[in-house]
């Protein structure tokens, strides 16, 4: 993804989760999808990491879960995390959680660690039990596969996809106290993607030297502004994670918000964590392209991040944006349904750079012009509402027929 | 629509909003839908009716709500509603508002009644000024065509529609005190349908003598179980108005809570209004099906009521329907993300009469049977909670190509 140097962090072309000073991934075919892509990987750090996850708010969550939840818990480090898609491991019962900690500790055996230092993740279709078998075999040839090279994160990379058409990942370098510390992601995410205190999967990876507990702030900070203000379809996944591993190996002293660098840590975090949640986005299943809501003027953060989410999560918002029709009538009636204090005649409503909507009033504008930035590959709406200060971003994609399509005939 | 007389009321076939005495209809094309679809419309009573009416809670309303809501404050009574199609008048400003005073204003005039007898009610596209000289042209000839026959009936059910593919009416009839009864409903709806406190435009005339206070009590019970248990897209309307008018033509004794009969008019005035809410639901835009969300053993009704409207405003659920898909998976997924309180272990789902998962245990079912049920024009989805007594019913239907192909659409 495009370089940028203006802020205090540097991004790397061509970086990777591997990149991160310590940490080894890999990824194969072991047989849980039907076509031939990957459905198994691993990110291995040779030092115990720091970790911390953020997880879904959903009532009903599959068991991987809960064997990741005890493990980040135990010690609040891990050294692996396992991950299989073509299969969720949700709504599973017993049989689930016994193979999701078979999954953990059989690859804890094989890697040498104790369980607890190993998370697991499943992503793919709720209510089949796993192929214990095949993931066995998989899991037995993949310490042999895993090393530090961007062929091997890309295995990865691949090995975490189901419907997502590409792989979704981004490094970046900053200094810290006088070392060079990089953060690196990866991700998973096109349907059933509407994140509620977390994503579908997601990973990242640092050589920072940094606690478990500050490193879950941090986490969460930045989930609250990235991965929960996008939305595919709105609905919230069973299984959705975000996890971070901190190798410290980058040599700085150890981060905590006394830190000089705590900050700019903080917003290189964001920035990685963005970039994956947008790229979750723009791939959502059947999107033509990116939507961008951007909300101003709002009493308070909180409300223009809320308007945002609900124009973002519009149907009939999502379907314009497909037919590049300027329709910005939709847009109003999602801020005026979106539950917030507003003052309905006071709404300004642009698209891209074309104005239709001053002070709650239509204004003309260039119809053709309006067409040309529609059929563009990435759609920025920006509301102001002329109420307070509040401001927010919110991501999501266009409603299509391929949408449709992939979504009446995924399990059968 | 069907008969049915195993309740205290008797649905009356071919009968329609002038079948209840006092009222006439009619509706013709004055010019405002490109199409030869008639777009404009009135109901007009021969005598003052008691009025009462439920409202979009969208923040932004279009300006035909500000004028309704005052003349219905004003005395609680009703002599005539005139509707548009093919214009919301909504976000059009000072010139809206003074078209919708004007529609108001000329067609009492006309009627040869106070301005505040008549209410207005418009539907169609958002952010356009109506063509206030075709309305004046249709409004001189509306007046000719008023009638108490079903045609003119039927004349009006059309010229209420936008994308709607059928008209959408009910008649019945129960005897209230030794009197006849009758409660008709007239409809339209079917994109940006998520009502709430109200619906797109309905509009519900009864002989029955009754006061506007009760009347709207009743309204807003019926609405609470009907209309806002409908959704199309999660969208709701800036223009969503439920109007109810009673002739008191019946000669009954006036109802009120301490009529013996109260009970019985209320649940027929919830019939009314649940064929109209279920027949929106079934020509929901692009949709090929009818789908049922029936809820219990929830913790209360509400917290059923929020359950069911989340399972059927999922997309996945909505595009797995019409690809036939059994996908229960989804539909769990919904009930966890509801936000209510539920047990994720005791958790029963069955699509129609076959069980998919029992004590949120997956149950091997007959592939080949659901397909089969799944094909049909009405889907029913049945929750289970066990965690209480609370119970309530959702209509919605499938999302399809068609849903995207009208609304990439529609505006240009």
């Known amino acids: 993804m495009a370089s940028r140097t203006d802020l205090a962090y540097t991004v790397i072309d061509g970086g ?14 072991c047989g849980l999808k039907k076509t031939t892509r990957h459905d198994l990987g691993a990110i291995v750090c040779e030092v115990p990491a720091a970790a911390a996850g953020v997880y879904t708010l959903n009532q009903v969550q599959a068991a991987p879960l809960k064997v990741t939840k005890e493990s980040v818990g135990e010690a609040g480090t891990l050294r692996a995390v396992l991950v299989n898609s073509g299969n969720a491991n949700a709504c599973t019962g017993a049989q689930g959680e016994e193979d999701a900690y078979r999954m953990r500790d059989d690859f804890a055996a094989q890697l040498g ?13 709720i209510g089949e039990t796993l192929k ?6 998989g899991m037995a040839e993949l310490p042999a596969r895993l090393a530090a090279t961007p062929d091997a994160a890309d295995d990865f990379c691949q090995a975490i996809l189901t419907t997502d058409l590409v792989e979704k990942s981004v490094c970046v370098a900053l200094p810290i106290g006088g070392k060079t510390v990089h953060i690196a992601g990866a991700a998973k995410g096109s349907g059933m993607i509407h994140p509620n205190m977390a994503t579908m999967l997601g990973f990242v990876t640092t050589d920072a030297a940094i606690g478990s507990e500050p490193l879950a702030a941090l986490l969460r900070q930045a989930t609250d502004v990235t991965f929960n203000m996008i939305t595919v379809d709105g609905d919230t996944s069973t299984n959705d994670m975000l996890l971070a591993m901190a190798s410290g190996l980058a040599g700085n002293e150890a981060l905590s918000e006394a830190h000089p660098d705590y900050a700019a840590f903080a917003s290189a975090l964001i920035y990685v964590c963005e970039v994956l949640a947008k790229a979750i986005a723009r791939d959502g299943e059947g999107a033509t392209k990116l939507v961008e809501v951007k909300v101003r003027g709002a009493r308070s953060d909180a409300s223009a991040r809320a308007i945002a989410k609900t124009v973002i999560g519009s149907s009939l918002v999502k379907s314009a944006v497909f037919g590049a029709d300027a329709n910005w009538g939709r847009i109003i ?22 104005v239709t909507l001053e002070q709650s009033r239509p204004v003309a504008f ?17 509301v102001d509402l002329h109420v307070g200060e509040g401001e927010a971003v919110a991501w999501g994609c266009d409603l299509t027929y391929d949408y449709v399509r992939i979504n009446a005939a995924y399990r059968t």
């Open 113 to 125: 660690v104790t369980p607890h230092q190993v998370a697991v993740a499943s992503t793919g279709v």
């Open 132 to 137: 214990m078998d095949r993931v066995s075999s």
């Open 366 to 382: 260039d119809e053709e012009a309006a067409l040309a930035y529609l059929k563009g590959d990435t759609v920025e709406i920006h």
């Open 16 to 29: 990777s989760i591997t990149t991160p000073k310590g940490f080894k991934a890999g990824g194969l075919h």
């Open 333 to 354: 009636a999602a801020v005026g349904r979106a539950g917030e204090p507003i003052d309905p005649e006071t709404i300004d409503i642009r698209i891209g750079a074309i």
